[in-house]
């Protein structure tokens, strides 16, 4: 518990994998999710201090670019951003950081949700502004998404369910984090869309056929070397990215599902 907390509060924005969203035309007028239950654990280190742990419950909830009613064609790559959120704290971590003087706090986190029809997985990084800790009363965080994937659209509707999240905090002399479980019982979507028909496929034109000329390639060892290398590279860049994901979460945990 206590690695997956120092891991999750010193992260910032938990680094991970950054997903290039398709351009696609969708409304952006869409209802938030409502206020969805958690179970969380939390904790909170200062300096070399072993730190203290806690458990409690919160709410959440999220909202992203899909607005109302879309319609799209199945296939279409369809962004979630912008992609905001809130989460509280729950009481006792709260008091927690109150007792330990820390007057505000910054950083960033991650939520695991899942496209309920089609199964697909979408895993998007937040963060907060600095949010002064006041004095009595609760503490909510206001997110929003960064490096925010988008779905693609399958045949039908396409309902975007929340999931777990990790939320990470902390300076020199203190860190703290919390992973919040998902524990709703009710409806848990946060968006949707239909999809429907296919695009048409672009009209190929034959070229009138003529003798090939081969052109004059130099090709080195080392140039052969270098894209290889760099095919390497970034097949290893994606691995250790997912991996940070998946490592600093301590499970990878999917949304649940109706």
């Known amino acids: 518990m206590a690695t997956l907390l120092r891991a999750a509060a010193r992260s910032g924005l938990v680094g991970g994998v950054a ?3 398709a351009a696609t035309t969708v409304s952006i007028a869409s209802a938030e999710s409502r206020d969805l239950e958690y179970s969380c654990q939390f904790g909170l280190e200062m300096g070399e201090d072993e730190g203290t742990e806690g458990s409690g419950g919160t ?26 959120g809130s989460i509280g704290l729950p009481e006792d971590f709260l008091q927690m950081i109150r007792d330990a003087q820390i007057e505000q706090i910054e950083g ?19 963060v ?3 949010t002064p800790v006041p004095a009595t009363g609760p503490l909510v965080l206001e997110l929003t998404g960064e ?19 990790i939320v990470g905090f902390g300076e020199e002399t203190y860190s703290g984090g919390m992973f919040c479980e998902l524990v709703d019982e009710g409806d ?8 429907e028909g296919v695009a048409a496929s672009p009209t190929v034109t034959a070229s009138p056929t003529t003798s090939p000329v081969r ?15 760099d095919t390497l ?18 499970r990878r945990a999917a949304a649940r599902r109706h």
């Open 128 to 130: 907060f502004p600095s």
């Open 188 to 195: 848990t979507a946060v968006d949707s869309f239909v999809a």
């Open 108 to 126: 960033g986190g991650v939520t695991f949700m899942i496209v309920d029809e089609s199964g697909e997985e979408v895993v998007v990084e937040m």
């Open 19 to 21: 997903l290039l969203a």
């Open 59 to 84: 709410t959440a909830r999220f909202d992203t670019a899909i607005g109302s009613a879309v319609v799209v064609t199945t296939g279409t790559s369809v962004p979630l951003d912008p992609f905001t």
């Open 233 to 250: 590279l970034a097949g290893a860049g994606l691995a250790v990215a997912g991996a940070v994901v998946l490592g600093r979460g301590g």
């Open 215 to 229: 052109p004059v390639v130099v090709q080195t060892d080392f140039a052969d070397d270098r894209s290889r290398r």
């Open 147 to 165: 490096d925010v994937p988008a779905v693609t659209a399958e045949e039908g509707t396409n309902t975007l369910l929340a999931g777990d999240v």
